[in-house]
């Protein structure tokens, strides 16, 4: 199972004086089950990329499919392709509306014609999986909810609706380090107990070498590397700093530490790992 994207090309405001190309000749494949991050500065192309996985936009070439369906089809096979992709968007508290979070995140589930039992059943393991306690949160107002907390309401209407693949377009933007940690830890558990593939979209190196398996780098709506992130830091520093990233500093300081004699493990990106390592080499408990 995957989503594929071959020789993609899509350009906004065609035929106008601000005609812009955001995606050049692209093409993809992301397996069922990996965690991709998407990285780019802003208006690289990172975002168009993604509303392309399930068929927000519709190339102006090529093709996107999912298990070998074309989504840009009408019919119903195309359609519930289309609907194993969820997506949470940058600021996804912008996708909330309705009066209490039980409603909005069974939205979806209702929406896709589920029974009412079945609807019960997906919003309470969605809110479980997010960590929202059913009888704290659910009848409460979204709208009074932290920032952190109103972020996991929108991943749970997502997850509500079981998709094989959920998109995370800046999922920790705005948010103070332990409502970002505390959204993180709800992905990569729901990642691990149901085996869903995560596309991440960040400006983050740091968020992109904790998280990925694999990482994309963008840069004017082409693809120009595709790979482990360590390998990628280690074999294309120079283009990097050129597109305007750069190495997170976690992964600079495990560098530093290995040219000065200290036998770490190669291609840390974490810092709990390389603080293990460091004990380790040192015999520290």
């Known amino acids: ?127 479980s999986f997010v960590g929202l306690d059913f009888e704290t949160f659910a009848e409460r107002s979204p709208f009074q909810l932290s920032g952190g907390q109103m972020r996991r309401v929108a991943i749970a209407g997502v997850v509500a609706m079981n998709p094989d693949y959920l998109v995370l377009d800046e999922p920790s933007a705005g948010l103070d380090p332990r409502s970002r940690n505390a959204v993180f830890k709800e992905i990569m558990a729901l990642h691990k107990e149901r085996g869903i593939a995560i596309v991440l979209v960040t400006h983050s190196m740091e968020e992109a070498a904790k998280y990925a398996h694999r990482m994309i780098v963008i840069n004017k709506g082409k693809i120009l590397f595709d790979g482990k992130p360590a390998d990628i830091f280690s074999n294309h520093k120079d283009e990097l700093i050129a597109v305007g990233m750069d190495e997170p500093p976690i992964y600079k300081l495990s560098v530093t530490l290995r040219a000065k004699g200290l036998e770490i493990a190669a291609g840390i990106t974490d810092v709990g790992e390389l603080v293990k390592n460091i004990k380790k080499v040192k015999g520290w408990r």
Do not use: C
């Not at 005609?19 to 168009?48: F, M």
């Not at 993604?50 to 369906?69: A, E, F, S, W, Y």
């Not at 039980?102 to 309470?124: C, L, M, T």
């Open 1 to 127: 199972m995957s989503i594929k994207l071959a020789n993609v090309f899509y350009t906004y405001m065609t035929g106008t004086p601000f005609e812009r190309q955001a995606l050049n000749d692209v093409s993809l494949t992301i397996a069922k089950g990996e965690i991709l991050a998407i990285i780019g500065h802003t208006g690289s192309g990172k975002s168009t990329l993604v509303q392309h996985l399930n068929g927000l936009i519709k190339p102006l070439r090529g093709k996107v499919t999912i298990n070998d369906i074309d989504i840009a089809g009408r019919g119903s096979e195309a359609k519930a392709a289309r609907q194993q992709v969820g997506m949470v968007f940058q600021y996804p508290e912008h996708q909330i509306f309705a009066e209490t979070v039980y409603d909005d995140i069974a939205f979806g589930p209702r929406n896709r014609g589920f029974s009412a039992e079945e609807v019960d059943k997906q919003v309470r393991e969605a809110m």
